[in-house]
């Protein structure tokens, strides 16, 4: 069935570091987004980028969708980066399917 | 602009009782949908509205989950009689409506607690 895979599932890092998390998907697809699930739960949009790359502060994106694979760079992070990152993908029908996120700790 | 809202943030509520969750979209997307992630799992659609359609409900888990969104507007989610496994977060979200094969970002709400006790 239709697949999107985060990697890795937990990544623990020192303040200033840059990371890059992961995410594949299994068929081609009409939308991909990249979300921070901050400590109260919510859901921040970072990036919609179904292909090419997108900067926005330390934090870009890069998606080949002819590979079926999306990457979200950190840099210099900051302890407000920590929570649950989420790749959600659009197969071409309207809703989005979710990968199992990457946790992501800062320590200061 | 307002983001997306819900209410209520949190309710806790008994095994059988019922509860209704209330979603704003942002003003003007005609595209809601919910989603919820239970205890441990990933966050999963649950049905989409275009306006007071419903789109796609292939998401609802049981007929006791009844979506609707009168006029267009905000959507409800009634969940009766509720179950333990019901408990979770859940999610709406809205984005605009889709034009010649075109595919918008969507914007998510914070969330409703549910818990079933």
């Known amino acids: 069935g239709i697949q999107v895979e985060q990697s890795p599932p937990d990544l623990i890092l020192q303040e200033g570091a840059n990371s890059t998390l992961r995410c594949n998907f299994s068929?081609?697809?009409?939308?991909l987004q990249w979300f921070h699930q901050n400590p109260w739960g919510q859901l921040i949009n970072l990036f919609y980028?179904?292909?090419g790359t997108k900067q926005n502060g330390r934090l870009s994106a890069t998606t080949v969708a002819t590979e079926r694979y999306s990457l979200l760079y950190i840099s210099s992070s900051q302890t407000t980066d920590s929570g649950v990152y989420f790749c959600?993908?659009?197969?071409?029908?309207?809703?989005?399917?979710f990968g199992t996120g990457t946790r992501l700790t800062i320590i200061p | 602009e307002a983001g997306v809202t819900q209410f209520p943030s949190h309710s806790v509520i008994e095994k059988g009782q019922t509860v209704t969750l209330r979603c704003d979209p942002i003003?003007?997307?005609?595209?809601l949908y919910w989603y919820r992630r239970v205890m441990g799992k990933e966050i999963k659609f649950l049905l989409h509205?275009?306006?007071?359609?419903?789109?796609?409900e292939s998401g609802m888990p049981n007929n006791r989950f009844l979506a609707e969104r009168t006029g267009g507007t905000y959507s409800t989610l009634k969940v009766q009689p509720a179950e333990l496994e019901d408990s979770g977060v859940y999610f709406c979200?809205?984005?605009?409506?889709?034009?010649?094969?075109?595919?918008?970002?969507?914007?998510f709400g914070p969330g409703t607690r549910l818990t079933v006790t």
């Open positions: 003003s003007g997307h005609d595209n």
């Open positions: 979200a809205s984005s605009q409506d889709q034009f010649a094969g075109l595919h918008y970002e969507q914007y």
């Open positions: 509205f275009v306006k007071e359609s419903k789109q796609d």
């Open positions: 068929d081609s697809v009409n939308n």
């Open positions: 980028i179904p292909s």
């Open positions: 959600a993908v659009n197969f071409g029908n309207e809703k989005l399917t």
